[in-house]
Structure formats: structure tokens, C-alpha cells
């Protein structure tokens, strides 16, 4: 809708008064406080005559352009369509009040009384100001906001009641002008000048409230910059999942006690596949949080993963641990705004040492940090970034007390690198092992949880089976999953998988129960499996679920074939897990990547194929053959209502190219629309 129509709606329209306009606390907070600053005509004697009927039609071209942006606000809540209503009121009326002074006599002494609302920083000026800070606000200082990204109504009952009270004394204002009594509005104006200044202490700090409001939502914006990589959230779906009490003995080792207070230490905790070093780690940085960091104490923390070689340069992941330090003392965020201010503008990403070297000023604030760093053996190597990120932290050590936590496969080079390090390897105690079976009685069959006799036997045969393998316990106890009588259930602990081999094996046996199911559980869980091994990126669960979707020869993706993300993982015999907070879908362990890397092109040959034709179909499909995007907003917009086309428009080529032969008739009805 342009602002011409805009303009032209009625301004009680129930449409727009529910849609169309948010006004925030800066707008009437700040014309709160600039009232007092009111000065009568009498002190401006030169001014133009035409200074009111300008002031007037500035603040109605800002009003119809902001009211442009807010047009696509929905569900407005009670008090803020009550604000909506008040202002379109005084939007007609400053129409109104503009016709009058264009048809008076300037000469007239209501003419001369009226220009008190235009002079510099009145009441009118002080509007229009206001209104820009709301459209900075709103579209992100002159950038629009992402699309879908709600504006949100933060407002409190009270401060709606105070907003509202304040238009109503502005709109008095006009009313009053609009009666062409020169009296009664300069004793109106003098009235509310009065008013205001009394209530200047509280105004003034609701617009620093607003301001402090500002400058965090400018720092997050700088900081998401720096780093898209969300770590915090990885933390909390990990540390969710730990069972109440496990991990204690890794608290107490006196290895931790000594990292935890020894200057510039360096603790290295390596261990075998699926011993749980992720949740060490976890349980570690927990601990951080709660007990260690503080305003001189710092933390932050790095989880590789295998599935996200991209992030793992670096410079991004010393930009990570930027971030971290950073969000907790906004104070701090200076050394990023030089960076910000460098290279944002030229759409360039800041170099490994001009990253060391913010990180390096923010640790100066700090009297020592903590940095964790997990699974190092999935942050590949091939170019170097392992060695450079890890040279990068020593160096950051040797200036300041820095006290860093690694955890790692038992790699020689990197066992290497940490041999003067503090070393305690990573084993799941059986007490660790056996209250994470207990945990997870509620999930078997109710012949367990009607006996605890057998109860008791589970927990004994699987710690004694897992030999410090915390992913074995998880794989053997989903194996009892489908177990139905509590002989089925002794046979199957009878022939757990011991030793060596016991992780393939356990695998083996999961790969048999997902084969075992009905056939369209089968062959929904092949798809899945196949979907995230092969992936070239972690995915979501609304990416997976498109893709589940997409169908040969449609031209567009039906909603009643997308598949619930429960029945995902029940199909995937514990083998796939969602991580709640990032919405991943991803194997249960880097381990499982390994086994199904192994297998996958004779448990599923077809997969390559499946693959690339699903990118291709989606990509073909009617709604994205209108035209190409004509600004980053409908850019935005589409991919906010396809999920799968980020993901299908970056990898689709990767995909093709492991199918050369069998994708190339589709391949090359695709290109020529490019």
C-alpha cells in the first residue's frame, strides 16, 4: 500500500487502527520531555509564517511512512490497539488543523498562538523527531528487519496508561487550536508545560530505559556479526540431556581442582569413542557458569563438529569466543565496533589476527578466562586450522591467565600438543553408567518397570557390557526398546556385545531393528538416515521435513506429505536425535557418521540418486520460476516460506556430482532456467 493511500484511509478504520501502527515509548517519552522546552512566539519574532503548515506536513509524510512499515504488524495486543486508535485520531485532526492554518490570516492572534507548536523543539518538531527514532527503530536503523521477525509490544498495563494519557493531552492541543480560541490554547499550552515539567524525573528515565534498550539491540546486531555460531544454545541441549548426578567424579578429580585454580593452566581430557567427552565438557562449562564466572572471571567454549567444517576456521571460532566474552560485558563490545565499522560496510569478514587481536583487548578486563573447547579431533585439520586455532590460544595464554580445557579422540598429534598439559582421560564410571540406566527405565517396556528385580539385572549386565562407553549404554538400552517379556529381555542382555568391536556391533543390531519394522517405517527411516549422512551441513528439522516431502514429477510441495519429526526419530531406532534449542536433526554420535559412512552405499544405493533428484525437483518447482528476487526483503521472504531452498540452491551441484551419470537428464532440464 503506498502512503498517497495511506493517507487517503479514514482514520477510525478498524483495519488500521489494528494494523498499522505501533508508536514506542521513545516517540511520547521523548515528547514528554521536550515540552518544557516550549517557547512562545514572542521570543521567535522573525519566524517564517509558513513554519506550522511545514511542521504539519512533515510530521504527516513521516506518519504515513511509518505507519508504511507497521502495515503488516498482526495480533496486536489490547493496548496497543487502543494507542492505534488515539493516534489516528490525531492524525485527522493535524489534517484538519493544517487546512486551517493554510486558510488563515497570519495577522490573526490565533495564528500568532498557534505557531507555538512549530517552533524549534515544540511540540510539533519534537513529534516529528520521535516518530524518526520509531522508524529507525523499527527497520533497524534505516535496514528493514527480516521478514517475519515480529515487532515486539514490551510494554507494561501501566505504561500503556501513561502512553495513552499522553496522546490524549496532545490531541486536547489540537482540539483546542482547532476551536480558534487564542486564549484558551495559550493557556492550554502553558498548562501542559507546567504538567510535564513536574514529571520530568520519571519521564527522563523511562527514555534512558529506552536508550540502554537501543544500544543492547545495537550490540547484539554487532555481535551476531561477528559470529553467527550459537554455542550457548548447543550447551544447554546438551547439559539437558545429563542424567542428575553422573559426572560428579570428573568434578572432583584433582586435575580439575588444580585447572580451576592455577594460573594459565591447560587441562587435556582425551578418551575413546562415545566415553562422553562432550558431556564432560558440558558438565564442566556448567560449572563454570555457575560458580566461576563473574565480572572479572570469564568463560567461553567451542563445540566442533564434524558436520560444520565451515564455522571451524580460525577466525570464526576465535570470533565465537569473542562473542561469548563480550555478551556477558556489553561494556566490552568497543573492540568489535572497530571491526564492524572496518569491514561490514565492504561486506568483507575480519582476518585470524585482527580477531586475536579484539580478543586480546577484551581479555585485558578480565583477570582470567576460561576457554573449553570440545571434541578437537572433528575440527579437520587438512589446512591447518586446527594447529593455527590452537597456536592462536597458546599465544592468547602466554599474555594473560588464560586457562584452557580440551577435549579429543586419542589422536598422537594432538596428544602431542598438549603433553605438558594437565591429562584426565574421559571413562564413564559404572555409578555413572548404572544412574543412567536407572534414568532411562521409564522409556522401556513395562515388563522392566513392573520388576525391579529385572530392573537390577539391566543395570548390572549393561555397565558391565559398556567397558567406560557411555554411548554403548545408550545403544543397549534402546536395544531393549521392543522387548516385551522379561525372557526377551534376558536374551537380549545375554548376547550384549562386549569389547572392541562392541560399538559396530551395537550398530549392526540397531540397523537390524530398523529393517525389522513395517515396511514403510523401513524405508522412512533409510531416508532419514541417509539424508543426514550424506548431508553437507547439519540440518533442521523443517529442512528434513521438506525434503521427506518432495515428490518426483510435482511441480509444487503438498503439505499433507510433510511427516511429523517424532515419527522421524521413532523409525531411527535411537540411531537420531533433535537438538531442542538449534531444532537440528542429527546422528546420535560422530561415531555413527563413521559406521554409516562404512555401509551406506550397500544399505542404501539408491541414496545418491534420491538426493540429488530431491534438490532438483524442489528447486523446479512452479513457485520459483515467477522471477528472481528484486531486493534482500523478498530474498528474505522466500526463503522464510520454503525452508528447504537455502539448503537445495547451495548443495544441489555437490549432490549431482556423486550422481553424474543417473542425474543428468534432470540436471540439464534445471540449468537452462538458471
Known sequence: MSCSALLQLHPLSPTLSLQLLRLDNAVLLSFHLSSIRICHLCLFPDMDPLSVTASIIAVLQLSAKVLGYLNDVKDAPKGRTQCAIEISNLHSLLYKLKDHVENGDSRQSWYITVQDLAVENGPLDQFKQALETLQSKITDGGRLKKVGEALVWKFRKEEIAGILDRIERLKSLV????????FKLSQAIKYDTNFVRTHVPVIQSGVDEIRQDQDAAKHCRILEWISRTDYPAQQYDIIKRRQEGTGQWFLDAPQVTRWLSEHQATLFCPGIPGAGKTMVAAIAIDHLLKSVQSSSHGVAYVYCNYKAQEEQDTSRMLAAILKQLVQTRLSL????????????????????????????????????????????????????ARRQFLAKLRDLQAGRDVRLMATSRLIPEIMDWFNKALKLEVQASKEDVKQFVA???????????????????????????VDGMFLLARLHTDSLLDKRTAKDVKATLAKLSQGSAALAEAYKEAIQRIEGQLSGDYELAKKVLSWITYAKRPLTTAEICCALAVE?????????????????????????????????IRLVHYTTQEYFERIRDSWDPGARLHIASTCLTYLSFSIFKTSSCSSDKAFEERLQKNKFLDYAAKHWGEHAAMAEDQICELACLFLPKL
Open 333 to 384: 563490545v568497543e573492540p568489535v565496533e572497530r571491526l564492524h565499522k572496518k569491514h561490514a560496510d565492504r561486506g568483507t569478514r575480519p582476518l585470524p589476527d585482527e580477531v586475536f587481536s579484539a580478543l586480546r583487548d577484551v581479555l585485558a578486563h578480565y583477570s582470567a578466562v576460561y576457554i573449553v573447547v570440545d571434541a578437537l579431533d572433528e575440527c579437520q585439520d587438512s589446512d591447518g
Open 175 to 182: 482540539e483546542i487550536a482547532l476551536q480558534m480560541d487564542h
Open 552 to 584: 518426483s514429477d510435482e511441480a509444487e510441495l503438498d503439505p499433507e506429505n510433510i511427516p511429523d519429526v517424532e515419527d522421524l526419530l521413532s523409525v531411527c531406532a535411537g540411531l537420531v536425535v533433535v537438538d531442542q534449542e538449534s531444532s537440528v
Open 439 to 465: 534414568g532411562q527405565i521409564c522409556r522401556l517396556p513395562r515388563c522392566i518397570q513392573r520388576n525391579s528385580a529385572l530392573q537390577e539385572t539391566v543395570q548390572e549386565k549393561i555397565v558391565e557390557a
